[in-house]
Nanobody
Framework: QVQLAESGGGLVQAGDSRRLSCVAS????????MAWFRRAPGKGREFVAT????????IYAESVKGRFTIARDNAKNTVWLQMNSLKPEDTANYSC?????????????????????WGRGTQVTVSL
């Protein structure tokens, strides 16, 4: 399995930007698509964005499209989530996940149940 560790969360104001990082260790993550999910208080896990193993393709949830950008550097075993124009409804615990089951290419990337490796998450709180 791949071990994942997120960082970069914090308290921000609406309209601010924040960049989250996810560092992978253990089995190489460069062959896996990677994804970000989030869980808001009292809600289920929500798909945010995913990126293919080589970084050439990305997919976003409608709620973040145009505001968030996912990127990766396989040499650094790192995936980022750049979040701009943050809104209070973006408040959540953000986790990254490694797609070892080919979800990206099977069009199942938004299915949280399909991911085997998860980080503990980093909290992002957006205030008015």
């Amino acid at each position: 399995q791949v071990q994942l560790a997120e960082s970069g969360g914090g308290l921000v104001q609406a309209g601010d930007s924040r960049r989250l990082s996810c560092v992978a260790s253990g089995r190489t993550s460069s062959s896996y698509a990677m994804a970000w999910f989030r869980r808001a208080p009292g809600k289920g896990r929500e798909f945010v964005a995913t990126i293919s193993s080589g970084g050439e393709s990305t997919i976003y949830a409608e709620s973040v499209k145009g505001r968030f950008t996912i990127a990766r550097d396989n040499a650094k075993n790192t995936v980022w989530l750049q979040m701009n124009s943050l809104k209070p409804e973006d408040t959540a615990n953000y986790s990254c996940a490694a797609d070892a089951n080919g979800l990206f290419y099977a069009d199942l990337y938004s299915a949280a149940w399909g991911y085997d490796s998860w980080g503990r998450g980093t909290q992002v709180t957006v205030s008015l």
